[in-house]
């Protein structure tokens, strides 16, 4: 099976479950040069049940040598900046373009299902505030005020995949995943643009919390619905929410850091910030005015449906923060 996007925070961690479950994979890196980090990153487990392929979401040169021979195949790879890109089209072309390439070699190569790593960022932006969780059914308006070039990239690469096998009638199967902000323990000192913010606190270089609200899910969990929508009969043509339980704001974040990490926590900020100190701030900094649109929502979502179709038991949000920091503090952050 084929794991495109193995170099990053999910994908090496669905490349880990599935060597331990005693698969053959292949995963595809941007450059050859990459293999040899993302074997480092991996270890030595079952290593020799891995390659490598050489592809490129903005390119359609390597992807028929990269699903070849695949039953199954996990589209994680998708672009995940730290800040807004100069212009959305960086972001939206290569995550819109690189699914429908994906899908296309798999139908070619008779890949019987794709499950494709969207975002609650394609569920839950660029509406009217509401009272009830949010499920599978929503979408984010990618016209809606305040909506990110991030999370329009997501949600019009995943309606793009959809429009894709409904249309064509004989190509694979699909199944999405759709996480909120995903935390756990890191493996290499290649963070993600989630595990930012926990390396930031830990380390004291926030000059305080602002009043945002993220969902949390564990990497270890994400990867896990990725397996089983992978096989599961029921999974086929269907969205998966990944959220472990309430939205927390970075507070509360902060504040488990401080009660559950002891003296490597003790940089974390108490401080909250109010609101429109973060809004002055962002016409200064372009990644804080990321954040604006979102200052004082309460959003929820459900996992239920993940629960109750593929048995999934994801870890709470407190683990999920802890293993993070903890790995952090392994890794060299220091508070």
Same mark, same amino acid.
């Given at each position: 099976?084929?794991?495109?996007?193995?170099?990053?925070? %999910?994908?090496?961690?669905? &490349?880990?479950?599935?060597?331990?479950?005693?698969?053959?994979?292949?995963?595809?890196?941007?450059?050859?040069?990459?293999?040899?980090?993302?074997? +480092? @990153?991996?270890?030595?487990?079952?290593?020799?049940?891995?390659?490598?392929?050489?592809? /490129?979401?903005?390119?359609?040169?390597?992807?028929?040598?990269?699903?070849?021979?695949? +039953?199954?195949?996990?589209?994680?790879?998708? *672009?995940?900046?730290?800040?807004?890109?100069?212009?959305?089209? /960086?972001? &939206?072309?290569?995550?819109?373009?690189?699914?429908?390439?994906?899908?296309? #070699?798999?139908?070619?190569?008779?890949?019987?299902? !794709?499950?494709?790593?969207?975002?609650?960022?394609?569920?839950?932006?660029?509406?009217?505030?509401? /009272?009830?969780?949010?499920?599978?059914?929503?979408?984010?308006?990618?016209?809606?005020?305040? !909506?990110?070039?991030?999370?329009?990239?997501?949600?019009?690469?995943?309606?793009?995949?959809?429009?894709?096998?409904?249309?064509?009638?004989?190509?694979?199967?699909?199944?999405?995943?759709?996480?909120? $902000?995903?935390?756990?323990?890191?493996?290499?000192?290649?963070?993600?643009?989630? &595990?930012?913010? &926990?390396?930031?606190?830990?380390?004291?270089?926030? *000059?305080?919390?602002?009043?945002?609200?993220?969902?949390?899910?564990?990497?270890?969990?994400?990867?896990? @619905?990725?397996?089983?929508?992978?096989? #599961?009969?029921?999974?086929?043509?269907?969205?998966?929410?990944? %959220?472990?339980?309430?939205?927390?704001?970075?507070?509360?974040?902060?504040?488990?850091?401080?009660?559950?990490? $002891? +003296? /490597?926590?003790?940089?974390?900020?108490?401080?909250? @910030?109010?609101?429109?100190?973060?809004?002055?701030?962002?016409?200064?900094?372009?990644?804080?005015?990321?954040?604006?649109?979102?200052?004082?929502?309460?959003?929820?979502?459900?996992?239920?449906?993940?629960?109750?179709?593929?048995?999934?038991?994801?870890?709470?949000?407190?683990?999920? %923060? !802890?293993?993070?920091?903890?790995?952090?503090?392994? @890794?060299?952050?220091?508070?």
């Amino acid at each position: 099976m084929l794991v495109t996007g193995g170099s990053g925070f %999910i994908g090496s961690y669905c &490349i880990l479950d599935l060597l331990r479950g005693g698969h053959r994979v292949r995963t595809t890196v941007r450059a050859p040069g990459r293999e040899a980090t993302v074997r +480092e @990153l991996l270890g030595a487990e079952n290593a020799a049940e891995l390659s490598f392929a050489t592809a /490129d979401l903005t390119s359609d040169e390597g992807w028929p040598e990269a699903v070849a021979g695949c +039953e199954y195949v996990l589209h994680v790879a998708s *672009p995940f900046p730290l800040g807004p890109p100069k212009h959305e089209d /960086d972001l &939206i072309v290569p995550a819109r373009e690189g699914a429908l390439r994906v899908l296309r #070699a798999a139908r070619e190569a008779g890949v019987r299902r !794709v499950v494709l790593t969207s975002s609650f960022a394609a569920i839950g932006y660029g509406g009217r505030p509401r /009272d009830r969780p949010f499920t599978e059914e929503d979408w984010t308006n990618p016209d809606g005020e305040g !909506v990110s070039a991030y999370a329009k990239s997501k949600t019009l690469a995943e309606r793009a995949a959809w429009d894709f096998v409904q249309s064509d009638g004989g190509g694979p199967e699909l199944a999405v995943v759709n996480p909120v $902000g995903v935390f756990g323990p890191v493996l290499g000192p290649d963070y993600s643009t989630s &595990i930012q913010l &926990i390396k930031r606190l830990i380390e004291g270089a926030m *000059p305080g919390l602002p009043n945002v609200a993220f969902g949390i899910v564990d990497v270890r969990d994400v990867a896990d @619905l990725h397996v089983r929508a992978m096989t #599961a009969p029921e999974a086929a043509g269907e969205r998966f929410l990944a %959220i472990a339980g309430t939205f927390m704001t970075v507070p509360e974040i902060a504040a488990t850091l401080r009660e559950r990490m $002891g +003296e /490597d926590a003790r940089k974390v900020p108490t401080r909250r @910030l109010p609101d429109w100190l973060v809004r002055l701030v962002a016409v200064f900094d372009s990644s804080v005015k990321q954040i604006t649109p979102e200052l004082g929502k309460v959003k929820q979502a459900s996992n239920e449906k993940a629960k109750r179709l593929l048995g999934w038991s994801p870890r709470t949000n407190e683990e999920a %923060i !802890v293993a993070t920091g903890e790995s952090l503090v392994r @890794l060299g952050a220091r508070g």
